[in-house]
């Protein structure tokens, strides 16, 4: 199996590599550019490409060597929707309203075309399992919706939402081998393999100082569809043992970050799809980490948060702990980055610690790539 693994993550990784550079002279042509400008910190106009090459490299193999079930076809009109669009958004860049309900029509694809929805999200009060009955629908397409946008929002530095999306990916294949989903696991297997592809591009290392291409709306989109939905196979299903609880946990430093954003902006009677540079990534680079720091930090943080749930799951911990666990983490983060100033210098403070400086030694603010935060 783990041979089988292997191949397949090279397969998928060698399949990108050779997309990406396919269609850069074809982004370069038909203006599939992003330019620098505005909150924008890159320095030339790069392809945003990254997240087709993701798709044509994952969706190919599937269609030619995996049966469709009614749960793939549903992902694939998913698929297909977010992905038109965000090319559309990426030459016209369109209202967030209308991504909005390209992203609820996604959803409801999964659920009515695939029926892949959430239908019960377990004892979280301690009362038993709670079913969702006629809600199971619109809660399946505002979690859809609400994790395509939590990648959308942290796509705003070099490698990072590639990186926490790689992260949530490797813990759901592990979580899916626990479960006994073997085609499940393929699957993931095949897109981690793509994302990691596009990261060699994407993430700044000492080789390529800056990303030489970027998702684009259609990638995060398509990269957080995919999640919602492989989470949503995994916890619905009775024969696989995962309890719904522990979805959000497997990306969690993106999601608390989202509702945190969307809460402070509305709290401050801005629109909740204002973009801004109130980030935590943002608030990271103010104080003193590197773009690939904070990638490295937040991608820890964010399997060592997953890995804590699940550990705490096999622990029997009781489930109305990690609902507990969770708000007490969104709330932490939403009470420390109230005041902007206080967030960023706790961070200098980590930063310095981090790098073996004195904590009165000043930091130096690192200059991001790129910011392409389009809220929706």
């Known amino acids: 199996m783990w041979k089988t693994t292997a191949l397949e993550l090279l397969a998928a990784f060698s399949a990108v590599v050779a997309l990406i550079y396919l269609l850069d002279p074809l982004a370069r042509r038909v203006g599939l550019l992003d330019h620098p400008g505005g909150r924008k910190d890159h320095a030339a106009p790069t392809p945003v490409t990254g997240g087709l090459a993701i798709a044509i490299g994952t969706i190919i193999p599937a269609l030619l060597l995996t049966e469709l079930s009614p749960q ?24 967030w309203q209308i991504r909005i309900c ?35 629908i619109p809660f399946t397409v505002l979690a859809t919706v609400g994790l395509i946008n939590a990648l959308n929002m942290c796509d705003g530095l ?79 299903n009775p024969g696989y043992p995962v309890t719904p609880v522990l979805a959000p946990f497997l990306i969690a430093p993106p999601v ?4 945190t954003l969307l809460g402070r902006r509305i709290v401050h009677g801005r629109s909740p799809f204002a973009a801004d540079r109130t980030h935590v990534h943002h608030m990271m680079l103010e104080g003193g980490f590197t773009p690939t720091g904070v990638v490295l930090t937040l991608s820890a943080i964010s399997l060592t948060v997953g890995l804590g749930a699940a550990l705490a799951l096999l622990a029997d911990v009781p489930i109305p702990v990690f609902l507990v666990a969770f708000v007490v983490l969104g709330g932490g983060w939403f009470a420390l980055s109230e005041r902007h100033a206080r967030a960023v210098a706790v961070f200098a403070t980590i930063h310095r610690l981090v790098a073996g400086r004195s904590p009165a030694e000043p930091a130096t603010v690192a200059n991001p790539v790129k910011s392409t935060d389009t809220a929706a």
Not at 212 to 225: D, E, T
Request: contains cysteine.
């Open 72 to 95: 793939l076809k549903g992902l694939g009109a998913a698929a297909a929707i977010l992905l038109i669009t965000g090319v559309i958004d990426d030459l016209k860049d369109l209202r």
């Open 102 to 136: 390209a992203q609820a029509a996604a959803g409801l694809a999964i659920a009515l075309i695939g029926d892949v929805k959430v239908e019960q999200i377990g004892p979280v009060f301690g009362l038993g399992e709670l079913a969702l009955g006629w809600l199971s």
């Open 158 to 236: 070099d490698g990072l939402a590639g990186a926490l999306a790689l992260c949530a990916l490797v813990m759901l294949i592990a979580a899916s081998a626990y479960a006994g989903n073997s085609d499940l696991m393929h699957g993931l297997t095949l897109i981690a393999g793509a994302v990691a592809g596009f990261l060699a591009f994407n993430l700044r290392t000492p080789w390529r100082k800056r990303a030489s291409v970027f998702l684009g709306n259609s990638g995060s989109a398509y990269l957080g569809l995919v999640i919602a939905w492989a989470c949503f196979r995994l916890t619905q």
């Open 256 to 259: 608390i970050d989202c509702l």
